[in-house]
């Protein structure tokens, strides 16, 4: 199988992240490839769904993935999310032996990658993994910035 584009598979968190925003929750969106391409796990941010605060969409397919491969470690894989980790998501990546982070937009107010921590390059950690960002941006960015402002124009309303 060939490795697709990093443009592909983020189109793939991005609809999950869609999916997201029609259960009501915020649109994140995550999916993580082997390393031949294939698609081991992918879903979007659960935690209103499920009443758990750790469901963010790395978390949820971080879960799926090690149970279809019964691995808790995922070397060599590549995980694609809508917006860059926060500290819990970052730090789980690194227990997972994720190899690989692609992510779409920055997030100044809890990044836990690039924005405030570098989690997955810190050389104290038993881990490091490549990380990426930047891909298809604007439109993870999109994304979030409608749900919010569609959420907050439901609040204002009379």
Do not use: W
Not at 3 to 21: F, I, R
Not at 56 to 75: F, I, T, W
Not at 124 to 140: F, Y
């Amino acid at each position: 199988m060939a490795v697709l584009p990093d443009a592909h598979y983020m189109q793939l968190a991005l609809n999950q992240a869609e999916l997201a925003a029609q259960r009501g929750e915020v649109p994140v969106g995550a999916v993580l490839v082997d390393a031949q391409g294939a698609v081991l796990a992918c879903d979007g941010n659960r935690p209103i769904e499920y009443s758990d605060p750790t469901a963010h969409a790395e978390m949820v397919v971080l879960r799926q993935a090690g149970a279809k491969l019964a691995n808790y470690r995922l070397a060599g894989t590549t995980m694609y999310v809508t917006i860059e980790p926060c500290v819990m998501c970052a730090g789980a990546l690194v227990h997972a032996r994720i190899s690989r982070l692609v992510y779409g937009a920055d997030d100044p107010k809890a990044g836990g990658m690039v924005s405030l921590y570098q989690v997955g390059r810190d050389g104290r950690l038993n881990h490091s993994l490549e990380v990426a960002g930047g891909v298809l941006a604007g439109e993870c960015s999109a994304v979030l910035r409608n749900f919010f402002h569609r959420k907050r124009k439901k609040t204002a309303a009379p």
